[in-house]
T-cell receptor, first 116, second 116 residues
Framework: AQSVSQHNHHVILSEAASLELGCNYS??????LFWYVQYPGQHLQLLLK??????LVKGIKGFEAEFIKSKFSFNLRKPSVQWSDTAEYFC??????????????FGRGTQLTVWP | DAGITQSPRYKITETGRQVTLMCHQT?????MFWYRQDLGHGLRLIYY???????DKGEVPDGYVVSRSKTENFPLTLESATRSQTSVYFC???????????????FGAGSRLTVL
Protein backbone atom coordinates (compact mmCIF):
# COMPACT_ATOMS: atom_id res chain seq x y z
CA ALA A 1 0.00 0.00 0.00
CA GLN A 2 1.09 3.51 -0.70
CA SER A 3 2.03 5.62 2.29
CA VAL A 4 3.92 8.67 3.37
CA SER A 5 5.71 8.84 6.67
CA GLN A 6 7.14 11.68 8.67
CA HIS A 7 9.42 10.66 11.48
CA ASN A 8 9.72 13.96 13.32
CA HIS A 9 6.53 14.73 15.20
CA HIS A 10 7.70 17.87 16.94
CA VAL A 11 10.79 19.91 16.17
CA ILE A 12 11.87 22.86 18.27
CA LEU A 13 14.48 25.28 16.96
CA SER A 14 15.85 28.70 17.70
CA GLU A 15 15.67 31.42 15.11
CA ALA A 16 18.43 31.23 12.48
CA ALA A 17 18.90 27.50 12.99
CA SER A 18 18.81 25.24 9.98
CA LEU A 19 15.84 22.98 9.40
CA GLU A 20 15.44 19.57 7.88
CA LEU A 21 12.19 17.64 8.14
CA GLY A 22 12.16 14.05 7.01
CA CYS A 23 9.63 12.49 4.65
CA ASN A 24 9.63 9.02 3.15
CA TYR A 25 7.23 7.43 0.72
CA SER A 26 6.62 3.81 -0.05
CA UNK A 27 5.56 3.63 -3.69
CA UNK A 28 8.10 2.44 -6.27
CA UNK A 29 6.49 3.89 -9.36
CA UNK A 30 5.86 7.42 -10.53
CA UNK A 31 5.19 9.72 -7.63
CA UNK A 32 4.33 13.34 -7.17
CA LEU A 33 5.39 14.78 -3.85
CA PHE A 34 4.35 17.85 -1.93
CA TRP A 35 4.96 19.77 1.22
CA TYR A 36 2.07 21.67 2.73
CA VAL A 37 2.20 24.07 5.65
CA GLN A 38 -0.55 24.90 8.11
CA TYR A 39 -0.05 28.04 10.16
CA PRO A 40 -1.92 28.23 13.46
CA GLY A 41 -5.65 28.54 12.83
CA GLN A 42 -5.31 28.49 9.07
CA HIS A 43 -5.87 26.05 6.25
CA LEU A 44 -3.20 24.09 4.44
CA GLN A 45 -1.11 25.94 1.91
CA LEU A 46 1.24 24.49 -0.68
CA LEU A 47 4.93 25.08 0.05
CA LEU A 48 6.43 23.22 -2.88
CA LYS A 49 5.89 20.30 -5.18
CA UNK A 50 7.86 17.77 -7.17
CA UNK A 51 6.47 16.29 -10.37
CA UNK A 52 9.59 15.46 -12.42
CA UNK A 53 12.90 16.92 -13.55
CA UNK A 54 15.33 18.63 -11.19
CA UNK A 55 15.15 16.73 -7.91
CA LEU A 56 15.90 19.88 -5.94
CA VAL A 57 12.77 21.95 -5.82
CA LYS A 58 12.41 25.39 -4.37
CA GLY A 59 9.26 26.66 -2.80
CA ILE A 60 7.95 29.74 -1.15
CA LYS A 61 9.50 31.48 1.85
CA GLY A 62 12.97 30.05 1.31
CA PHE A 63 12.01 26.39 1.64
CA GLU A 64 13.40 23.69 -0.59
CA ALA A 65 13.15 19.93 -0.82
CA GLU A 66 15.22 17.24 -2.43
CA PHE A 67 13.74 14.18 -4.10
CA ILE A 68 16.08 11.22 -3.63
CA LYS A 69 14.56 8.28 -5.44
CA SER A 70 17.08 5.74 -4.14
CA LYS A 71 16.14 6.64 -0.57
CA PHE A 72 12.41 7.12 -1.21
CA SER A 73 12.79 10.47 0.49
CA PHE A 74 11.64 14.03 0.01
CA ASN A 75 13.07 16.01 2.90
CA LEU A 76 12.20 19.63 3.50
CA ARG A 77 14.97 22.10 4.27
CA LYS A 78 15.46 25.72 5.14
CA PRO A 79 18.88 27.19 5.94
CA SER A 80 17.69 29.68 8.54
CA VAL A 81 14.27 29.51 10.19
CA GLN A 82 12.27 32.43 11.50
CA TRP A 83 9.74 32.68 14.29
CA SER A 84 7.05 33.05 11.61
CA ASP A 85 7.86 29.54 10.36
CA THR A 86 6.17 28.09 13.42
CA ALA A 87 3.53 25.84 11.90
CA GLU A 88 2.65 22.26 11.14
CA TYR A 89 4.24 20.78 8.05
CA PHE A 90 2.75 17.94 6.06
CA CYS A 91 4.43 15.81 3.46
CA UNK A 92 2.09 14.26 0.91
CA UNK A 93 2.33 12.08 -2.14
CA UNK A 94 0.16 10.96 -4.97
CA UNK A 95 0.72 8.03 -7.25
CA UNK A 96 0.01 8.69 -10.88
CA UNK A 97 -2.43 5.92 -11.60
CA UNK A 98 -5.78 6.27 -13.30
CA UNK A 99 -8.67 6.85 -10.99
CA UNK A 100 -6.54 7.79 -8.00
CA UNK A 101 -5.16 10.81 -9.83
CA UNK A 102 -5.36 13.72 -7.47
CA UNK A 103 -5.74 11.64 -4.35
CA UNK A 104 -3.09 12.60 -1.82
CA UNK A 105 -1.70 10.46 0.94
CA PHE A 106 -0.57 12.60 3.85
CA GLY A 107 2.03 12.02 6.49
CA ARG A 108 1.04 12.63 10.09
CA GLY A 109 2.62 16.05 10.15
CA THR A 110 5.53 17.68 11.97
CA GLN A 111 4.91 20.52 14.36
CA LEU A 112 7.72 23.07 14.09
CA THR A 113 8.16 25.53 16.91
CA VAL A 114 10.69 28.31 16.44
CA TRP A 115 11.77 30.29 19.47
CA PRO A 116 12.73 33.93 18.93
CA ASP B 1 -8.67 33.77 -2.34
CA ALA B 2 -12.25 32.63 -1.72
CA GLY B 3 -12.34 29.97 -4.46
CA ILE B 4 -13.28 27.20 -2.05
CA THR B 5 -15.53 27.90 0.89
CA GLN B 6 -16.70 25.72 3.73
CA SER B 7 -19.62 26.22 6.03
CA PRO B 8 -20.18 26.28 8.87
CA ARG B 9 -16.73 27.11 10.15
CA TYR B 10 -17.68 25.98 13.65
CA LYS B 11 -20.39 23.60 14.73
CA ILE B 12 -21.35 22.03 18.03
CA THR B 13 -23.84 19.20 17.97
CA GLU B 14 -25.01 16.30 20.06
CA THR B 15 -24.51 12.59 19.63
CA GLY B 16 -27.04 11.09 17.25
CA ARG B 17 -27.84 14.28 15.38
CA GLN B 18 -27.42 14.67 11.65
CA VAL B 19 -24.89 17.27 10.53
CA THR B 20 -24.05 18.47 7.05
CA LEU B 21 -20.86 20.30 6.22
CA MET B 22 -20.93 22.27 3.01
CA CYS B 23 -18.17 22.78 0.49
CA HIS B 24 -18.39 25.04 -2.53
CA GLN B 25 -15.72 25.79 -5.13
CA THR B 26 -15.84 28.33 -7.93
CA UNK B 27 -13.17 26.91 -10.24
CA UNK B 28 -15.17 24.05 -11.80
CA UNK B 29 -12.51 21.64 -10.56
CA UNK B 30 -13.35 18.05 -11.34
CA UNK B 31 -11.95 16.49 -8.18
CA MET B 32 -13.14 17.29 -4.71
CA PHE B 33 -12.13 15.73 -1.41
CA TRP B 34 -13.06 15.62 2.23
CA TYR B 35 -10.35 15.10 4.82
CA ARG B 36 -10.49 15.03 8.58
CA GLN B 37 -7.59 16.25 10.65
CA ASP B 38 -6.92 14.76 14.06
CA LEU B 39 -3.95 15.13 16.35
CA GLY B 40 -1.46 12.38 15.73
CA HIS B 41 -3.16 11.22 12.56
CA GLY B 42 -2.54 14.08 10.17
CA LEU B 43 -5.10 14.28 7.41
CA ARG B 44 -7.14 11.25 6.50
CA LEU B 45 -9.27 11.02 3.41
CA ILE B 46 -12.97 10.42 4.04
CA TYR B 47 -14.46 10.58 0.54
CA TYR B 48 -13.53 11.98 -2.80
CA UNK B 49 -15.27 12.71 -6.05
CA UNK B 50 -13.87 12.69 -9.57
CA UNK B 51 -16.85 14.48 -11.12
CA UNK B 52 -20.50 15.17 -10.58
CA UNK B 53 -22.33 12.01 -9.53
CA UNK B 54 -19.07 10.10 -9.08
CA UNK B 55 -17.89 9.53 -5.53
CA ASP B 56 -15.61 7.02 -3.86
CA LYS B 57 -14.54 6.07 -0.38
CA GLY B 58 -11.28 7.10 1.16
CA GLU B 59 -9.52 5.74 4.23
CA VAL B 60 -12.17 6.50 6.86
CA PRO B 61 -15.63 6.65 5.24
CA ASP B 62 -17.71 4.96 7.97
CA GLY B 63 -20.41 7.18 9.38
CA TYR B 64 -20.24 9.67 6.53
CA VAL B 65 -22.27 10.22 3.38
CA VAL B 66 -21.45 12.46 0.43
CA SER B 67 -23.18 13.59 -2.71
CA ARG B 68 -22.09 15.53 -5.78
CA SER B 69 -25.13 16.58 -7.78
CA LYS B 70 -23.34 19.69 -9.04
CA THR B 71 -19.67 20.07 -9.89
CA GLU B 72 -19.20 23.00 -7.52
CA ASN B 73 -20.72 21.47 -4.40
CA PHE B 74 -19.61 18.53 -2.32
CA PRO B 75 -21.52 18.28 0.97
CA LEU B 76 -20.47 15.87 3.70
CA THR B 77 -23.18 14.48 5.98
CA LEU B 78 -22.78 12.78 9.32
CA GLU B 79 -26.03 10.84 9.51
CA SER B 80 -25.82 10.15 13.24
CA ALA B 81 -22.93 12.03 14.78
CA THR B 82 -20.66 10.32 17.29
CA ARG B 83 -18.05 11.76 19.63
CA SER B 84 -15.30 10.12 17.60
CA GLN B 85 -16.29 12.37 14.72
CA THR B 86 -15.20 15.44 16.63
CA SER B 87 -12.55 16.79 14.31
CA VAL B 88 -11.56 19.50 11.89
CA TYR B 89 -12.84 18.79 8.41
CA PHE B 90 -11.16 20.11 5.30
CA CYS B 91 -12.57 20.21 1.84
CA UNK B 92 -10.18 20.39 -1.11
CA UNK B 93 -10.30 20.45 -4.88
CA UNK B 94 -8.03 19.97 -7.86
CA UNK B 95 -8.50 20.35 -11.62
CA UNK B 96 -8.07 16.66 -12.35
CA UNK B 97 -5.53 16.49 -15.16
CA UNK B 98 -1.79 16.14 -14.71
CA UNK B 99 -0.93 18.67 -17.39
CA UNK B 100 -3.08 21.32 -15.81
CA UNK B 101 -1.36 20.95 -12.48
CA UNK B 102 -3.69 18.43 -10.97
CA UNK B 103 -2.67 16.75 -7.75
CA UNK B 104 -2.09 20.20 -6.33
CA UNK B 105 -4.92 20.38 -3.88
CA UNK B 106 -6.35 23.68 -2.80
CA PHE B 107 -7.91 23.54 0.63
CA GLY B 108 -10.81 25.30 2.22
CA ALA B 109 -10.49 27.02 5.59
CA GLY B 110 -11.88 24.03 7.49
CA SER B 111 -14.92 23.25 9.60
CA ARG B 112 -14.37 22.51 13.26
CA LEU B 113 -17.01 20.07 14.49
CA THR B 114 -17.55 19.18 18.13
CA VAL B 115 -19.89 16.32 19.00
CA LEU B 116 -20.99 16.31 22.64
Amino acid sequence: AQSVSQHNHHVILSEAASLELGCNYSYGGTVNLFWYVQYPGQHLQLLLKYFSGDPLVKGIKGFEAEFIKSKFSFNLRKPSVQWSDTAEYFCAGTYDRGSTLGRLYFGRGTQLTVWP
Amino acid sequence: DAGITQSPRYKITETGRQVTLMCHQTWSHSYMFWYRQDLGHGLRLIYYSAAADITDKGEVPDGYVVSRSKTENFPLTLESATRSQTSVYFCASTPGTVKSGANVLTFGAGSRLTVL
